[in-house]
């Protein structure tokens, strides 16, 4: 599900896409992302989540690999849907033009809500189908909400490149705590 932004913030450093701080510029989030064609384009974010199919059907064999492998660039699509509810309009179509975006980062209240919403129904789905220490996984959704709300409401990222170190870092260390935990049952 969030593989287009993990995508995202290494072809930020390599000033391949690009972002720049531009301070209120929507009422919680500071970044004017005016290049993204790679990642963040409609157009885009079929191919990557076509790629992801085809590469869970390249790498598993067990299981219901054809429903799963669907599940998986459903997931993977879905960013862009999400995205398009908070993004001011700088989701390009393709390439870098024809622009969308509801907007919803300039209602913070109800964007915030909708992200915690995302994350405790999704964990409340995922408590049941796998055996996993339910109030340690809890008590981590409500880390990472806190450091959402510092992101939202805190102050705005140095700068464009700092703003995409912080994010890998953040993904990749909230996916190590989470399969820690999953290990952990
Ligand atoms: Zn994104």
New binding site residues.
């Given amino acids: 599900m969030q593989l ?2 993990v995508f ?1 913030a290494p072809l930020i450093v390599l000033g391949i896409e690009k972002v720049r701080i531009v301070p209120r510029i929507t009422a919680s989030n500071p970044l004017d992302l005016y290049y993204m064609p790679y ?2 384009s409609l157009l885009a974010a079929l191919l990557w989540s076509a790629g992801a199919l085809l590469v869970y059907r390249l790498f598993v064999t067990r299981g219901l690999v054809g429903k799963a492998a669907l599940v998986v660039a459903l997931a993977v699509f879905s ?2 849907i999400l ?1 398009f509810l908070v ?1 001011r309009p700088d989701l390009p179509l393709y390439d870098n033009t024809a622009k969308v975006g509801l907007g919803l980062w300039n209602f913070p209240a109800v964007a915030f809500a909708l992200e915690a919403g995302l994350l405790f129904g999704g964990m409340w789905l995922y408590f049941g189908t796998a055996v996993v220490p339910r109030l340690r996984m809890v008590v981590f959704g409500l880390v990472m909400l806190a450091i959402q709300a510092y992101v939202f409401f805190g102050p705005p990222p140095a700068s464009d490149k700092a703003a995409a170190w912080t994010a890998l870092a953040a993904y990749a260390l909230f996916a190590a705590v989470v399969a820690r935990l999953e290990r952990a049952r």
């Fill in positions: 287009l932004d995202w990642t963040h960013h862009w995205d993004h």
